[in-house]
């Protein structure tokens, strides 16, 4: 039987198969309904959609069933939704599809989020970046199945159908153990005042949406990147994601003892510095081996975009007694999807209207963005601290 921090990891761990899984066999779906940059990016709107539309919902959800049951419902609607994609014949349908999926992994991605601030509450360590390297891991095993299913041939379909089965499985592993029961009725949180009107709020949504534009044209265009500006196969373009992975996972394994370290803040501008610089420099030269390095320096510096802002806007909103934050991470997680939402078809704009060369370079400046703002939420979270005297978030 897992143990409760082992079940969360493999929540994450479900969520990155999912998104890695189809993530990397973008050029054969690009293929199988026909569609080129602009018509492509049109369709994979349809999973910034679902994504958008669905995280303020799942939180709510969380906050009236548990995050544990929202965790299970979801990952295995995900799973489930994986073949659909592989039955795809025209763009239309592909983006009807991704909605449908998009919605399932943002429901598994606040609720999965919203356990993980329970084992981390429980044990006072900042265990976030560790959950979120099972997302990497999972991204990795996604990703290499798509490589070897488009080296041997084989359809999205008959890929999807394997992959399917082995996410139910993790379903069924995780589902006795999973923390995030059904949360006491109560009206006391860890801050009264409406979080729409707190200041760090927004900034860590801000820097979570950078960080999700640059997450989200990673997965969506390097493959393709690789392909049609770079000449690689098929089969080694979808090995670029694996390596975004690889180098995100590792980050995020050793990210505890880095952050305690260096602080929260800190960590999330020095990761902007490292990511921006990544591909930059793959986009700048152009051979595949320097891409290859600099997708995994940017692997290494978004590593903790996520992770530790969804820590730092669940400690926002802790209550008294230990529990709270769905709003919080509800409204951050909802602004970081419309970096989904509007990244796909925006980088499939700039790449039909120029290049993807163009396109990859824009999303080097939006992560660059997130220097400047990882510095102001520093500044925010401290005063706010300051007339309460907490000492619930290190803000250095």
Request: a positive charge.
């Amino acid at each position: 039987m897992l143990s409760p921090r082992a079940a969360v990891f493999a929540a994450f761990l479900l969520n990155g198969a999912v998104f890695g899984t189809w993530a990397s066999r973008v050029p054969a779906l690009a293929a199988q309904v026909g569609a080129d940059e602009g018509t492509l990016g049109l369709s994979l709107l349809g999973a910034s959609i679902g994504l958008a539309a669905t995280a303020p919902f799942a939180a709510r959800a969380c906050a009236m069933i548990g995050a544990r049951l929202v965790v299970l419902i979801s990952g295995t609607l995900g799973a489930l939704l994986l073949p659909v994609l592989g039955l795809v014949s025209d763009p239309v349908q592909l983006g009807v599809a991704l909605v449908g999926l998009g919605s399932a992994i943002a429901a598994l991605d606040v609720s999965m989020n919203l356990s993980a601030v329970s084992v981390i509450r429980r044990l006072d360590r900042p265990l976030m970046p560790q959950f979120h390297a099972g997302f990497s891991v999972g991204g990795l095993f996604g990703s290499v199945g798509a490589a070897v299913a488009a080296s041997n041939g084989l359809s999205p379909e008959r890929h999807f159908l394997i992959a399917t089965v082995v996410c139910l499985i993790t379903v069924v592993l995780m589902a006795r153990t999973l923390p995030g029961g059904r949360p006491p009725r109560t009206e006391e949180h860890g801050d009264q005042r409406s979080v729409v009107k707190r200041p760090v709020l927004w900034l860590l949504a801000g820097i979570a949406l950078c960080s999700a534009i640059a997450e989200g044209a990673s997965a969506d265009w390097s493959a393709l990147f690789f392909v049609r500006e770079r000449a690689v196969s098929e089969g080694t373009a979808a090995a670029v994601y694996a390596c975004f992975s690889i180098a995100m996972a590792i980050a995020r394994l050793v990210g505890e003892p880095v952050q305690r370290r260096v602080g929260p803040y800190r960590l999330l501008a020095g990761g902007g510095v490292l990511a921006a610089a990544g591909v930059t420099l793959a986009v700048a030269v152009p051979v595949p081996l320097v891409g290859f390095v600099g997708f995994t320096l940017a692997g290494l510096g978004l590593a903790f975009g996520f992770p530790v802002v969804m820590e730092l806007a669940g400690e926002a909103g802790r209550r008294a007694d230990g529990t709270g934050g769905e709003r919080e991470l509800g409204l951050v997680t909802t602004v970081a999807y419309t970096g989904f939402l509007a990244g796909p078809p925006l980088v499939g704009t700039i790449a039909h209207q120029s290049s993807l060369s163009v396109s990859l370079a824009f999303v080097a400046v939006v992560i660059a963005l997130m220097i400047p703002t990882s510095l102001l939420a520093a500044r925010a979270r401290r005063r706010e601290l300051t007339p309460e005297a907490s000492g619930s978030v290190r803000p250095s």
